[in-house]
C-alpha cells in the first residue's frame, strides 16, 4: 500500500478556475504557454484566434489583474459571440484603443467574475492537444461557456 502512495496523491485543482491535469508538472499556466507558442506561430487555426484564446484564459484566472484587463477579455468575447463580429476586427481595434468601458462597446457591464469557481463548465484542461482539427470548435465551446456563466446564460434564465 505504501509503495503505490506516490501515485495515489491527489490532483490538486487550479485554485482559479478549478481545472485538474492527469500529467505531473502540467498547470493552467504550462497549457497556457504552449498555446501561446502556437498562437505566436501565425498559423491557423491558432494564429487568428489568439485574442479570443486570452481572453478566455484572463477571465478564468482574474486574480490579480486590473478590472480593466478583465473588462477588456469580457468585451471581446461578447462581441464576437454574442454579436457576431469578426474576431481579428475585435482584437485589433481594443488593441488600438485605450482603456474603455464595455458601454463604449456596447456590451453590457462585466458581471462579478466567478474567483476560484468550480463549475465553469469547461477549461483549458477540456482543450487537449490543441490539435489543428479540433481546436477551433473546442475554443469556441470554452469562450461560450464563460460567457454562459459569466452573465449570458443567467439572463437567459431569468427570462424564461
Ligand atoms: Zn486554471
Redesign the pocket.
Given at each position: 500500500m505504501d509503495g503505490q502512495r506516490r501515485f495515489m496523491e491527489p490532483i490538486s485543482p487550479?485554485?482559479?478556475?478549478?481545472?485538474t491535469f492527469a500529467e505531473p508538472g502540467v498547470?493552467?499556466a504550462s497549457r497556457f504557454d504552449r498555446l501561446l507558442a502556437l498562437d505566436h506561430s501565425r498559423t491557423e487555426p491558432w494564429g487568428t484566434r489568439h485574442g479570443l484564446a486570452f481572453a478566455a484564459f484572463t477571465l478564468?484566472?482574474a486574480f490579480g489583474k486590473p478590472r480593466e484587463a478583465l473588462e477588456r477579455a469580457y468585451v471581446m468575447l461578447y462581441r464576437v459571440y454574442e454579436f457576431g463580429d469578426d474576431r481579428m476586427k475585435v482584437a485589433g481595434a481594443l488593441r488600438g484603443t485605450p482603456p474603455s468601458s464595455p458601454a463604449e462597446w456596447g456590451v453590457p457591464p462585466l458581471p462579478p467574475v466567478l474567483r476560484g469557481e468550480p463549475a465553469w463548465g469547461m477549461?483549458?484542461a477540456d482543450l487537449g492537444s490543441f490539435s489543428a482539427d479540433e481546436y477551433a470548435g473546442l475554443l469556441d465551446s470554452w469562450c461560450k461557456a464563460i460567457l454562459d456563466r459569466l452573465s449570458v446564460g443567467r439572463l437567459k434564465r431569468e427570462t424564461t
Open positions: 487550479c485554485p482559479q478556475c478549478g481545472a498547470s493552467c478564468q484566472h477549461t483549458i
